[in-house]
């Protein structure tokens, strides 16, 4: 092994550190990968990475970045049509409360409307119309939303711009074979994956999966709250009458809020902050029971002996929309990495936080210190114009479904057509439409045809340019769609990949996988690359898996004699279809929090599946390219 290949093994390494200990934010890891592979690259202070500083920041231009970029642009366009949403509602019609239906519509819309749609902002949608389809059939959301996720995955293989991993998969295709994906290259067998898959969710999955989150929805119960909620009355000699509710607590000495005010048999919940407090008031608090006993014996408070047991007790009788729900942390949002009292959350959102689960645990004290990660769920408290403001905020993904929802519904058939137009242009083989015409009626002309043979990124960046022009997105909502992580991402591992590449280490372990030749056939490496790339992209992005596999993958297959072109397929479907692990697809991480999900749900109902679509996959890349 050479030094110059050991340098940058290191940095993977590093990078594979970062990426699964979060130690430091996704964009941050990603920059700092740059770096490292400038300041050791030909133009930095000693050459151990061959990468120039023009290579180091070669993935920003990328044109995988910049078309995953248009593609995240033009689904939010489609999200605020409320498109997917109506076919949702339509869903839950046909499906009624039995089961089987519930979830054979569940993964009939995710499914193939993520063949067109990015998948991650399909599950974003989707999460709080699947939370209220389980409800009001009468079935657990546990048994839906990780259907949903992986679902929304098999839908993903179906075309080019169903994942960002099939982009930037296709550009590391083009450069290393010179043959990038054109947009349904892969379909015939992202089709079988989808039945396949399917039939697993309906027939076994479904029975491995339990029922985390009770039936029926009393958000109180299911967090086990009840602890943490007390009651009590305001005596005229309190230090606290005459204070405003914002000043009545001190955060920093107690870990307490006051969640309502209740006075004269009114009920009020938010904007509390500026109310002052009278004598008399009956105050809801969250707080534990050592701090409720410093604040009666400091502010001369009285126990009612009733404290809130259920959702239905925390609910203002005056008001009957929902005043309790859970929020999803997706990633770019502005609360990631920050903590609420960093954030400043309750000021910003006229919202109380009672509990969130982050990473399978429950946190119910102490939360304002706590760093809020990617895909935590929030158990928020908040009048019903909050939560719809919430529900229109990129930065939330709020697990129910605004009474008043602001679709662009009249917008609908233009985002289709600039949908169609976005496919379509790049999909159609134009060249070989105008020789057939040309040849059939004998006018030459039509062979002009062929200019119109554009690529998905000039498709893509077309079709942003005429969603805002038909008003189907304001200009400013294309910065708040765009998951600016990722693109730091994308931006950091194409480098990564390109140095693995020019110093040898990809050749280096490409020739330790293909000693297994020795002892398994070629589909037999085939098969030990979909199921090492899969359990790769179970501890790291998936987009960096690929990055990391496939260069290795073509070196192997060159080695062993076999097709490189089925290696980069087995690669790039295994990378986008990672069920064992929360952390290792987003869309896993948007429904962990509100299907109540522990990490060993995935293993069990995951683990098999991706045994099972190890098979079939590399069956049908088999059958369909050959080795």
């Known amino acids: 092994?050479?030094?110059?290949?050991?340098?940058?093994?290191?940095?993977?390494?590093?990078?594979?550190?970062?990426?699964?200990?979060?130690?430091?934010?996704?964009?941050?890891?990603?920059?700092?990968?740059?770096?490292l592979l400038m300041v050791l690259g030909s133009d930095g202070v000693v050459n151990f990475t061959h990468i120039s500083a023009a290579e180091g920041v070669s993935g920003f231009s990328n044109s995988a970045t910049i078309t995953v970029l248009a593609m995240l642009i033009l689904s939010s366009g489609i999200s605020r049509t409320g498109l997917v949403q109506i076919l949702g509602g339509k869903m839950a019609a046909f499906a009624g409360e039995d089961r089987d239906r519930q979830l054979l519509a569940t993964i009939g819309v995710a499914g193939p409307v993520s063949g067109f749609i990015n998948n991650t902002p399909v599950v974003a949608i989707l999460v709080p119309v699947i939370t209220d389809l389980a409800h009001a059939g009468k079935t657990s959301p546990s048994k839906l939303l990780l259907p949903l996720s992986y679902a929304s995955m098999?839908?993903?293989?179906?075309?080019?711009?169903?994942?960002?991993?099939?982009?930037?998969?296709?550009?590391?295709?083009?450069?290393?074979?010179g043959h990038p994906f054109s947009m349904f290259e892969f379909t015939s067998l992202g089709v079988i994956v989808l039945l396949a898959g399917s039939l697993y969710l309906m027939t076994i999955g479904h029975r491995l999966l339990p029922e985390r989150v009770p039936v029926k929805e009393d958000y109180v119960q299911e967090y086990a709250i009840e602890e943490y909620l007390t009651e009590v009355v305001v005596e005229p000699d309190s230090p606290l009458v005459g204070k405003t509710v914002a000043t009545a607590i001190d955060s920093v000495e107690f870990d307490a809020d006051i969640l309502q005010v209740v006075r004269d048999g009114e009920e009020f919940i938010e904007p509390l902050g500026p109310k002052t407090i009278r004598a008399g008031d009956l105050l809801?608090?969250?707080?534990?029971?050592?701090?409720?006993?410093?604040?009666?014996?400091?502010?001369?408070?009285?126990?009612?002996?009733?404290?809130?047991?259920?959702?239905?007790?925390?609910?203002?009788?005056?008001?009957?929309?929902?005043?309790?729900?859970?929020?999803?942390?997706?990633?770019?949002?502005?609360?990631?990495?920050?903590?609420?009292?960093?954030?400043?959350?309750?000021?910003?959102?006229?919202?109380?936080?009672?509990?969130?689960?982050?990473?399978?645990?429950?946190?119910?004290?102490?939360?304002?210190?706590?760093?809020?990660?990617?895909?935590?769920?929030?158990?928020?408290?908040?009048?019903?114009?909050?939560?719809?403001r919430l529900s229109d905020n990129e930065d939330?993904?709020?697990?129910?479904?605004?009474?008043?929802?602001?679709?662009?519904?009249?917008?609908?058939?233009?985002?289709?057509?600039?949908?169609?137009?976005?496919?379509?242009?790049?999909?159609v083989p134009w060249g070989a439409v105008g020789n057939a015409l040309a040849s059939v009626t004998g006018v030459a002309g039509f062979q002009a045809l062929a200019a119109l043979s554009l690529p998905i990124l000039i498709t893509?960046?077309?079709?942003?340019?005429?969603?805002?022009?038909?008003?189907?997105?304001?200009?400013?909502?294309?910065?708040?769609?765009?998951?600016w992580d990722v693109i730091f991402l994308l931006a950091g591992v194409i480098p990564l990949g390109m140095a693995l590449e020019q110093t040898g280490g990809a050749d280096l372990l490409g020739t330790l996988v293909a000693s297994t030749s020795t002892v398994l056939p070629t589909i037999g490496v085939l098969w030990v690359f979909y199921v090492a790339t899969g359990l790769i992209t179970g501890v790291i992005s998936n987009n960096a898996s690929v990055v990391l596999m496939l260069p290795v993958a073509v070196e192997a297959?060159?080695?062993?004699?076999?097709d490189p072109f089925s290696f980069v397929l087995a690669v790039t479907f295994a990378a986008s279809t990672a069920f064992l692990t929360p952390v290792g697809y987003q869309t896993n991480l948007f429904v962990y929090g509100?299907?109540?999900?522990?990490?060993?749900?995935?293993?069990?109902?995951?683990?098999?599946?991706?045994?099972?679509?190890?098979?079939?996959?590399?069956?049908?890349?088999?059958a369909l390219w050959g080795v």
């Not at 110059?4 to 200990?21: G, W």
């Not at 297959?557 to 076999?562: F, K, L, V, Y």
């Open 1 to 35: 092994m050479s030094t110059d290949a050991l340098v940058v093994f290191s940095i993977v390494l590093l990078a594979l550190v970062l990426f699964v200990t979060e130690l430091l934010p996704i964009d941050v890891t990603a920059i700092l990968l740059m770096v």
């Open 154 to 177: 098999f839908g993903g293989t179906l075309t080019l711009i169903g994942t960002s991993t099939n982009i930037l998969a296709s550009d590391v295709s083009a450069r290393l074979l």
């Open 284 to 388: 809801r608090l969250r707080a534990d029971r050592d701090t409720v006993n410093q604040l009666l014996e400091r502010d001369t408070l009285t126990l009612t002996g009733h404290p809130p047991r259920s959702e239905d007790e925390l609910e203002p009788d005056s008001e009957p929309a929902q005043t309790l729900v859970e929020v999803v942390i997706p990633r770019g949002s502005v609360l990631a990495g920050k903590s609420l009292a960093s954030s400043t959350f309750r000021q910003r959102y006229d919202a109380n936080v009672l509990a969130f689960r982050s990473r399978g645990e429950t946190v119910r004290d102490h939360m304002d210190q706590r760093r809020i990660r990617v895909g935590d769920t929030l158990l928020i408290q908040a009048a019903p114009d909050s939560i719809d």
């Open 396 to 427: 939330f993904i709020v697990a129910h479904e605004p009474d008043e929802p602001h679709y662009r519904t009249e917008k609908i058939p233009h985002a289709i057509a600039i949908m169609a137009g976005v496919v379509g242009v790049a999909a």
């Open 460 to 483: 893509a960046l077309a079709g942003v340019v005429a969603m805002v022009a038909t008003g189907v997105l304001d200009p400013t909502e294309i910065y708040d769609a765009v998951e």
């Open 557 to 562: 297959a060159t080695q062993i004699g076999a």
């Open 594 to 622: 509100p299907g109540g999900y522990k990490f060993s749900d995935y293993i069990r109902v995951g683990g098999p599946l991706q045994l099972f679509l190890s098979f079939v996959t590399v069956a049908g890349i088999v």
